[in-house]
């Protein structure tokens, strides 16, 4: 059970508090309400390229480490093609840092060139290194615009290609900032050996003066339905033939949501799972074999993906995995199965809730989602799954004509 407070400032600006008086530290997380399914067309990686150009100094404090490191904090980011993400981590007695920290740079992010310079060398570097300089490091490039025609999903979170992050303008970048990083479009967690009475204070004192800024209102393309299957073919210098199914399913905030995910363990997780057990072990067609989830909270995939053992045909390994597909659809799991992959998701969350920063993180997501309180009743969700849940989810989603298929394979068998 993670308890919080929360209270909204006049800007818009959305702060719960989790009071912990058994930690010495406090962490300080804000999610903005911007992801990559955010970006234009032509202009996409924007979301990640603004993670890093946080990080590069805002108007009053030139370096936004320094004074961090001074006070025995740490700090990180991370992007999605749902929401950005920054947190902090420090003695509790140093949170007032972290709230002038977060809110120069939500107020007044330095906009130099130098820096937008140095973000994006950093960005094309990145992209370089684990999208085009790795084996498989593109499949993502790849596997997206297969499945998503209209929906922004089909980019990645670091952009379509190097060139749209290569030209953006300054222009561009100060125009993404305006639309999404404001108080109104963020949701501020504070957690910790903290009081909610002394944290209002700082927000009022923090954030409070920042103007709330123009309300986004989003209104995405939705993806059509998928009516035909979809299959593309890509030969590089990998290792081993792979390929990657994606099928559609719904979104985050869908009531069967949790069927999907228990789906997926049932499938891939550990190594009594039903795709291990039967097509890595038994049958030995696989070397690696894995189902999981986006969880994205617009319409999502569910995924398979396989690296083939050598000298195996794609189209006997492919056979196997929809062999194993249909099983799941025509016949319900049974009793034992779908308890073991309840245990660990029972587990994963209770784990989850030792953390300090994951409980911040969490809050913050569920706040997003609707409501924070529903973290404390997630589980709850994933325990009333049923066979039947399972079996309907499967059905609803192992369809030949929803499947889109990228086969990666081996410059050597081309």
Not at 72 to 86: H, M, Q
Not at 97 to 113: G, I, K, N, P, Q
Not at 116 to 122: G, H, I, K, S, Y
Request: proline fraction near 4%; charge should be negative; aromatic fraction near 10%.
């Amino acid at each position: 059970m993670v308890d919080f407070n929360r209270f909204t400032l006049a800007n818009g600006l959305r702060v719960l508090v989790h009071e912990d008086d058994t930690t010495p530290m406090a962490v300080l997380n804000i999610l903005y309400d911007v992801g990559a399914r955010d970006e234009e067309q032509d202009k996409t990686g924007f979301a990640h390229l603004f993670e890093h150009l946080m990080f590069g100094g805002s108007v009053n404090i030139p370096s936004y480490d320094e004074p961090l490191q001074r006070v025995g904090g740490e700090n990180n980011a991370f992007t999605s093609n749902d929401i950005t993400n920054y947190y902090i981590t420090l003695p509790a007695t140093n949170i007032e840092t972290a709230f002038w920290l977060e809110s120069d740079r939500m107020l007044s992010l330095a906009f130099s060139e130098k820096s937008l310079e140095t973000q994006r060398n950093v960005v094309c570097e990145e992209f370089k290194q684990r999208y085009l300089n790795q084996p498989y490091g593109d499949v993502w490039l790849k596997l997206r615009p297969l499945a998503y025609k209209k929906h922004p999903y089909q980019w990645p979170t670091i952009g379509q290609d190097l060139a749209q992050i290569e030209n953006a303008s300054m222009e561009d970048v100060k125009a993404f900032f305006k639309k999404h990083y404001n108080p109104q479009n963020a949701i501020m967690v504070v957690g910790g050996n903290v009081k909610t009475e002394d944290i209002k204070t700082l927000a009022e004192k923090w954030f409070g003066p920042i103007p709330a800024g123009d309300k986004y209102l989003r209104d995405l393309p939705q993806e059509p339905e998928q009516t035909e299957e979809r299959k593309e073919t890509v030969t590089a210098d990998v290792p081993l033939n792979a390929f990657y199914m994606a099928f559609k399913m719904p979104g985050r905030k869908d009531e069967n949501f949790q069927a999907y995910d228990l789906l997926a363990d049932i499938l891939s997780q550990g190594h009594s799972s039903r795709l291990y057990d039967t097509l890595l072990k038994e049958k030995q067609l696989f070397s690696d074999i894995h189902a999981y989830i986006t969880s994205s909270i617009d319409a999502g995939l569910f995924l398979v993906e396989g690296k083939l053992v050598e000298g195996v045909a794609v189209e006997t390994a492919e056979a196997a995995v929809w062999e194993e597909l249909d099983k799941i659809v025509s016949e319900k799991v049974t009793a034992t199965e779908l308890t073991k992959v309840k245990n660990k998701s029972e587990s994963i969350m209770v784990f989850a809730e030792m953390s300090l920063l994951d409980k911040a993180m969490n809050l913050a997501y569920y706040e997003l989602l609707g409501d924070a309180a529903s973290l404390n009743t997630e589980i709850n969700k994933y325990l009333a799954v049923t066979a039947e849940k399972i079996q309907q989810a499967a059905q609803q989603t192992f369809v030949r004509q929803q499947c889109s298929t990228l086969y990666y394979l081996t410059a050597k068998n081309a």
